[in-house]
Nanobody, 124 residues
Framework: QVQLVESGGGLVQAGGSLRLSCAAS????????MGWFRQTPGKQREFVAG????????AYADSVKGRFTISRDNGKNMVYLQMNGLKPEDTAVYYC?????????????????WGQGTQVTVSS
């Protein structure tokens, strides 16, 4: 089975930037569409960004469009989420997920594997 390990979360000031990384093992990353999700306690899990197997097709939630960028390096089995212009409402636990299909979906239930989550906190 695929294991996903995330890093890069932390505390940042509003307007700052953060880069999340997700390393895959136990599988070949190029076989999966990848997604980033976030969740705040008491709220539904929210799709943030997704990338096709090659990274050529991407999708973003309207709330992060223009601020966040998803990218991947299949040769290194890595996926990234560059977050710029962070806002307090971006505060959440961020999860990396893998889906055994070509294109990313916004539906979390479609994903097969999940990382442990990493906390992102944006202060005012």
């Amino acid at each position: 089975q695929v294991q996903l390990v995330e890093s890069g979360g932390g505390l940042v000031q509003a307007g700052g930037s953060l880069r999340l990384s997700c390393a895959a093992s136990g599988g070949t990353l190029s076989r999966y569409a990848m997604g980033w999700f976030r969740q705040t306690p008491g709220k539904q899990r929210e799709f943030v960004a997704g990338a096709s197997r090659s990274g050529g097709n991407t999708a973003y939630a309207d709330s992060v469009k223009g601020r966040f960028t998803i990218s991947r390096d299949n040769g290194k089995n890595m996926v990234y989420l560059q977050m710029n212009g962070l806002k307090p409402e971006d505060t959440a636990v961020y999860y990396c997920a893998a889906d055994a299909q070509l294109l990313p979906t916004t539906l979390g239930r479609e994903y097969d594997y999940w990382g442990q989550g990493t906390q992102v906190t944006v202060s005012s």
